[in-house]
Nanobody, 127 residues
Framework: VQLQASGGGLVQAGDSLRLSCAAS????????ITWFRQAPGREREFVGV????????HYTESVKGRFNISVDNGKNTVYLQMNSLKSGDTAVYYC?????????????????????WGQGTQVTVSS
């Protein structure tokens, strides 16, 4: 599985931004697609995860109600819609894929559960 994240940029607090994660490879339906982020000097942080059909989606508490993950199976793309952005959302955002049958609500937050990573895309929110 190959992943390519895009859509980052510089925005002001309160603005919205949509990130895309384009996936390619075989048996994409076998994978869960996740979004992580990493701010300077901090560990990589789980943002949210979806199965390939977009029927099971989970978010970290700090983004619930502001971020939304969606899937376009026709385009093999997973989106992260980010609304009401805050300066604390500033980070490099990564998408990653892990075998869906191995991902649980307990381990979904662990980067090591995802074997395939895209390059990051920088999101900077100015206050």
């Amino acid at each position: 599985v190959q992943l390519q994240a895009s859509g980052g940029g510089l925005v002001q607090a309160g603005d919205s931004l949509r990130l895309s994660c384009a996936a390619s490879g075989r048996a994409l339906s076998d994978y869960a697609i996740t979004w992580f982020r990493q701010a300077p000097g901090r560990e990589r942080e789980f943002v949210g995860v979806t199965n390939w059909r977009g029927t099971s989606i989970h978010y970290t508490e700090s983004v619930k109600g502001r971020f939304n993950i969606s899937v376009d199976n026709g385009k093999n793309t997973v989106y992260l819609q980010m609304n009401s952005l805050k300066s604390g959302d500033t980070a490099v955002y990564y998408c990653a894929a892990g075998l869906v049958h191995r991902i649980t609500t307990m381990n979904m937050v662990l980067p090591n559960e995802y074997a395939h990573w895209g390059q990051g895309t920088q999101v900077t929110v100015s206050s």
